[in-house]
């Protein structure tokens, strides 16, 4: 099960840390990452870490203002968004890959969580 919090709303160059706990779900075994759906628009792919290497992913549009991190003690993922700017506005997900590797896409993750709503304006 996977329960994402830390939303809210900012203005645009505020920042969050959204965060994610994955119970009964082993951090070492799965790949986990973080989704967003902007209104209108289809899902896409924030970050994804995987957890055989630890290598972390993120789509284009992150532009270096994002961190994905875990605590494997507390079983659970956290991204930290700085500078953030209206087109970030959306509900995040965090979801769960079948495996170790991030998946190609966001249809390809097996278990979500409910989103949290990150909405940036002034």
């Known amino acids: 099960q996977l329960q994402a919090s830390g939303g809210g709303s900012v203005q645009p160059g505020g920042s969050l840390r959204l965060s994610c706990v994955a119970s009964g779900l082993s951090l070492d075994d799965y790949a986990v990452g973080w989704v967003r759906q902007a209104p209108g628009k289809f899902r896409e792919t924030v970050s994804c870490?995987?957890?055989?290497?630890?290598?972390?992913f993120y789509g284009g549009f992150v532009e270096g203002r994002f961190t994905h991190t875990l605590d494997k003690a507390e079983s659970t993922v956290y991204l930290q968004m700085d500078n953030l700017k209206p087109k970030d506005t959306g509900i995040y997900y965090c979801?769960?890959?079948?495996?170790?590797?991030?998946?190609?896409?966001?249809?390809?993750?097996?278990?979500w969580g409910r989103g949290t709503l990150v909405t940036v304006s002034s």
């Open positions: 979801a769960s890959a079948l495996g170790s590797g991030c998946p190609a896409g966001p249809p390809d993750f097996v278990a």
């Open positions: 870490r995987q957890s055989h290497n630890g290598r972390t």
